[in-house]
C-alpha cells in the first residue's frame, strides 16, 4: 500500500500541535482546526492513531478525525480544476438555488 504522507511525530505545545510529516516540521494552531482537540484534555490529544496510510490521525476517546493534507494545508484539485473546498461550495450554492 501506498503511504499518503509519513507521519514521524505529533506533540502539543499549548494550544499549538508540532507535527513531522514528510521530513518537514509544521506548527499548527489546532484550536481552528477542532473544537474537540480544543476542549481535550492534554492526555486526551496525546491518545491518537495514525492511519497506516499516513492520511489522517484519530483520537478515539474525541471521536476526532483530521485528514495530514487539511492540517499541513495541501490542497488537491478536483477533475474539474477546482480544488475540492470551491467545488463543494459550487455544489452546495446550487443545491441551495433548486
Avoid: C
Avoid at 30 to 54: C, D, E, I, W, Y
Amino acid at each position: 500500500m501506498d503511504k499518503a504522507h509519513k507521519v514521524e511525530s505529533i506533540s502539543f505545545s499549548g494550544t499549538t500541535m508540532l507535527l513531522r510529516v514528510d521530513g518537514k516540521d509544521y506548527q499548527i494552531d489546532f484550536t481552528g482546526q477542532s473544537q474537540r482537540l480544543a476542549a481535550a484534555t492534554p492526555k486526551q490529544r496525546q491518545n491518537f492513531v495514525v492511519s497506516p496510510s499516513g492520511y489522517g490521525i484519530h483520537w478515539p476517546e474525541l471521536d476526532e478525525d483530521l485528514s495530514v493534507d487539511g492540517l499541513i494545508g495541501i490542497r488537491h484539485q478536483s477533475p474539474f480544476g477546482e480544488t475540492a473546498e470551491v467545488n463543494s461550495q459550487k455544489k452546495e450554492m446550487m443545491a441551495t438555488a433548486s
